[in-house]
């Protein structure tokens, strides 16, 4: 195969998304490598098309969050306004490269937004206390809020992180004579919305995930679309990589600690199944899980898994290396992802083969596969969109998870049914 396409963007890329299969490609990233305030908290919002030819480039203030795209070509950026204490702002901007729209969310005093998804009359936004890394104030806790397409709020749910505990994290001090033993309940300084798909909408159940900033212990709430009622809460746990398993249904994986899990759970947020195993899992049209395990043992003791009803695993084959970007499933059942300087893929008889290799490239920075058409791959890697062409892969596969459209809009919401 040839050597991909490569496209500079001014800084590391924190998010990408396509219109649908013809493109463009949306990327938003820092606005340069340098610390400096300027650089790290500018977004830049870069459109290219499939040739590789960048279309145009917009910049807002602020640290970059993930693009949303609508099927009509405007893609949504989250922004605030630069100010110590932010003031936060969607802006749509249309494939052109013009804004369409904007608006200003409902937020409370010294607030800001940790993640935020598009709703098909609005958005759904996880809001924290205090900016990261910001010690929180007595009392103070996270809120999700349903937005309306003018930014008022439709409903708002407090999701509470007051004392947490997990068996797997341990301390030794005075107190303990020195001897290593789990640590005492405790209550985080700091919060944090997940590293790892932090917000999710499946049907009428939204998954929201924020975590203590310090330990990366934290818990997942399950709330209603509709009222923002709350159906269930997790236990307290390092939660990692999350997917939509189907309208109402979300498979939650955990990892660190001693934890190597994905449970799935049901409409009424109770786990129905539990595999031990934890990765960046696809879920197809008929249910099936399949996907590249993501466990931080060096080397490498991770496969490219299935996990089936049963609860039981099939194993594929064993993968060297760590980072992967999330992949994507075409409709034959083939994944593709890059992971260890190679772009990968796994077939549905669960054989791998390598299309490219990069045997110089240790980049821990990636982005989600996107799959488009004529069996073009796109990712990035730190600061660089890849676009590999004729890869022989069908087209993107129907399925909830990567969903809205498979993996393209970069949106995690899939609609009631």
């Known amino acids: 195969m040839k050597d991909p396409e490569i496209i500079d963007v001014p800084g590391q890329v924190r998010g990408l998304a396509a219109a649908g299969p013809d493109g463009p490609i949306y990327l938003t990233s820092y606005a340069g490598r340098s610390p400096s305030t300027r650089n790290l908290y500018t977004t830049v919002l870069t459109a290219v098309d499939l040739a590789g030819g960048r279309l145009w480039q917009r910049t807002f203030p602020g640290h970059p969050f993930p693009p949303r795209a609508d099927a ?3 893609v949504w950026v989250a922004h605030h ?18 804004v369409t729209d904007a608006m200003a969310l409902q937020q409370e005093q010294g607030e800001y937004l940790g993640a935020v998804v598009r709703m098909p009359d609005g958005f759904c936004a996880l ?7 910001q010690r929180l104030p007595h009392g103070s806790t996270g809120r999700l809020v349903r937005h309306s397409d003018t930014g008022n709020t439709v409903w708002s749910t407090p999701l509470p992180l007051d004392t947490l505990s997990f068996s797997g994290v341990i301390e030794a001090g005075v107190a303990t004579g020195w001897h290593a033993q789990p640590k005492k309940a ?6 944090q919305a997940d590293h790892w798909q932090p917000l999710l909408v499946a049907g009428d159940r939204i ?34 990589h999350k997917a939509i398993a189907g309208p109402d249904r979300f498979l939650i994986g955990a990892q660190g600690y001693g934890a190597f899990s994905s449970t799935l759970h049901g409409r009424n947020g109770q786990a129905t199944q539990t595999w031990p195993s934890h990765g960046q899992m696809l879920i197809d049209q008929s249910g099936t899980f399949r996907g590249p395990e993501s466990e931080n043992v060096l080397p490498s003791q991770s496969r490219f898994r299935v996990l089936d009803p049963d609860g039981s ?20 059942g083939t994944a593709v992802f890059w992971r ?36 073009t791959v796109a990712f990035a890697l730190d600061n660089e969109l890849l676009i590999f062409r004729d890869t022989g892969l069908a087209p993107l596969a129907p399925g909830p998870w990567p969903c809205a459209g498979g993996s393209l809009l970069g949106n995690p919401v899939i609609p009631p049914r």
């Open 72 to 74: 009509d070509g405007t």
């Open 127 to 133: 809001w924290l206390p205090t900016a990261p890394r």
């Open 313 to 332: 695993m099939r194993d594929g084959p064993p993968l060297s290396g760590y980072y992967t970007s999330y992949p994507s499933l075409d409709a034959h």
């Open 207 to 240: 998954l929201a995930g924020i975590s203590d900033g310090a330990s990366g212990i934290g818990i997942c709430t399950i709330l209603d679309a509709a009222t923002g009622d709350i159906v269930s809460t997790t236990e307290p746990g390092p939660y990692h």
């Open 340 to 375: 260890n300087g190679k772009l990968l893929t796994v077939d549905a008889d669960l054989d791998q083969h390598e299309l490219f290799h990069r045997a110089d490239d240790d980049r821990t920075v990636l982005s989600r596969t996107l799959l488009l058409k004529d069996a």
């Open 186 to 191: 405790w209550r985080p300084s700091t919060l």
């Open 81 to 98: 306004d630069g100010h110590s204490t932010p003031v936060f702002t969607i802006t749509g901007v249309g494939a052109d490269g013009s």
